[in-house]
């Protein structure tokens, strides 16, 4: 079954009751799963009324208080995962267990900002007269108006309200209206959490009509946003127009450098099954191949094995590996990168289309022999699209993999510290994984630079966004 949807406002859960609504539905058939309420500009004020009487109160809270409502909110996500998970995949797309990994992760996100909101440290400076006292204190921003994407709709969701919440901070959430279940699910936690009405809000409806009406709003203090470049920079700017902070975690194009010396055949089999994960919709996607010249035609041929024995299907069906994009959008997308390549000279060794059938599923495709003037070079691919190139030394590379405007996540394999040492110097990326993938955990700072976005998320830097800096001096 798949749960009934509702805005969520001061403390109450809010169906249509004559508002508009939009149809949800299932990405790998169409159905049609429910409707989700759109929030009128009434809903909007009030949610934002809220937030602002709620953080009078809540930005006084004690961090013990905080503390326990977000320990509760792991508790009763990890209790609720199965169904939270089944719904997203319903409206998402992603493979079951994909999903229950993305709420388990949640929760630990949830228990990690329980943790961390015990120990916002302020500290006391050295004053030049002994008889003052000056110190240095972490205040609450404030109302902050926050929208989350559809690629990880539970993850990226509770990333940014943990961190506000356990910061002392009031929330309005815009969910993804693509994939809605899991910000209602999430409003359902933290309200049985008890979190008192106002501290969180949530509303659905026109991207842009809700995130011009929120941010333009005197009661806003900060925006947080994780989704594409172009509607980043859009939001940064409006924001910057009213002097309002902001978190912005944008799209990447993550290079894969594969050098000489590397576990060829380990490193394509993990890039594949990564490559596949969320049918590539995944900001830190494995997404531009670089592999030295020896070892390229193994790495080719191990990596499109993998790709080719990958089973796609209704994310339920437990064979299913790899479920179709979330929208129409993506395939017309993808599959204008693919031409492009091809029209540029790259050959397609495996996929290369969407499958017959209603629903929006892509095939895994492979690329290879394309020019790093082909569009997928430049442009997120943001689905399951591995285009393979070549390289001959470390300078070159490093050149090409610092090419494009993006600097989210890298990747690197080599079994020379001499190597990894120079290219982790080198690249201009926010997190560089060698020999594995160690990213998203709780306890990490997630965050990009360049146009990939500015401040992290999760690590002991959670907060930073969310907390303004306050001296006090006293004689
Ligand atoms: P899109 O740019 O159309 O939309 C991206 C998200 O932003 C959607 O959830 C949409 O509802 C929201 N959005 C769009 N306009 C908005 C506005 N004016 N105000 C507020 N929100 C707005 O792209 P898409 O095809 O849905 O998604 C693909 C792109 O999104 C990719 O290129 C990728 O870079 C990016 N993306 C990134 C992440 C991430 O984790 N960084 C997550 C999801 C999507």
């Known amino acids: 079954m798949y749960p009934s949807l509702s ?12 508002r508009e ?50 320990r509760r909110v ?87 309200v943990v961190a506000a919440i356990g910061a002392g901070c009031t929330v309005v959430l815009k969910g993804p209206e693509e994939s809605p279940s899991a910000v209602d699910a999430l409003a359902r936690l933290f309200h049985d959490a008890g979190l008192p009405p106002g501290v969180l809000n949530v509303v659905w409806g026109v991207p842009s009509t809700i995130s011009k009406h929120l941010i333009e709003s005197p009661i806003v203090r900060k925006v947080s946003f994780t989704g594409s470049v172009p509607v980043g920079k859009h939001l940064a700017a409006m924001a910057g127009a009213h002097m309002k902070r902001v978190s912005m975690e944008l799209g990447g194009h993550s290079p894969v450098l594969v050098f000489d010396d590397a576990d060829v055949e380990q490193a394509a089999t993990l890039l594949a099954r990564f490559k596949v994960r969320n049918a590539g919709q995944v900001c830190v996607s494995p997404s531009r191949f670089y592999v030295q010249s020896r070892v390229y035609d193994r790495f080719v041929s191990a990596f499109t094995e993998v790709i080719n024995s990958v ?6 069906q437990p064979e299913s590996q790899m479920g179709p994009l979330v929208h129409a959008r993506r395939l017309e997308a993808v599959q204008s990168l693919v031409e492009d390549a091809r029209r540029q000279g790259g050959e397609v060794l495996s996929g290369g289309g969407r499958l017959p059938g209603a629903g929006h599923f892509f095939a895994p495709t492979v690329i290879t022999g394309l020019p790093d003037t082909a569009r997928v070079m430049n442009e997120e691919p943001f689905g399951p699209l591995a285009p393979i190139t070549r390289f001959t030394d470390l300078e070159e590379v490093l050149r090409r993999a610092n090419s494009v405007p993006f600097g989210l996540a890298s990747y690197v394999f080599t079994h020379s510290i001499q190597t990894s040492t120079r290219v982790a110097n080198g690249l201009e990326a926010g997190m560089v994984n060698i020999n594995h993938f160690g990213m998203a955990h709780p306890e990490l700072p997630f965050g990009g630079i360049k146009d990939s976005g500015i401040g992290s998320e999760g690590g002991t830097e959670l907060f930073d966004g969310y907390l303004a800096t306050k001296m006090i001096t006293q004689i």
Request: hydrophobic content about 45%; aromatic content about 8%; overall charge negative.
């Open 311 to 316: 089973t796609m299907g209704h994310g339920l």
């Open 7 to 18: 805005l969520y406002i001061n403390g109450r859960f809010l169906s249509a009751e004559g």
């Open 21 to 70: 609504v939009q149809t949800i539905r299932d990405p790998a058939t169409q159905e049609a799963l429910g409707e989700l309420p759109w929030a009128t500009g009434e809903d909007l004020d009030a949610a934002l009324l809220a937030a602002d009487h709620a953080f009078q109160t809540w930005r006084c809270s004690s961090p013990m208080e905080r503390s326990a409502v977000l």
């Open 74 to 160: 792991g508790e009763l996500a990890r209790e609720r995962a199965n169904d939270i998970a089944r719904a997203i995949t319903q409206d998402n797309g992603k493979p079951l267990a994909e999903a229950v990994a993305e709420v388990l992760n949640s929760a630990e996100h949830a228990e990690w900002a329980a943790e961390e909101c015990r120990r916002i440290y302020g500290r006391v400076v050295p004053p030049r007269n002994p008889l003052v006292r000056q110190w240095v204190v972490r205040e609450p921003v404030g109302v902050c108006a926050a929208f989350s994407p559809w690629n990880f709709p539970m993850g990226q969701a509770m990333k940014k």
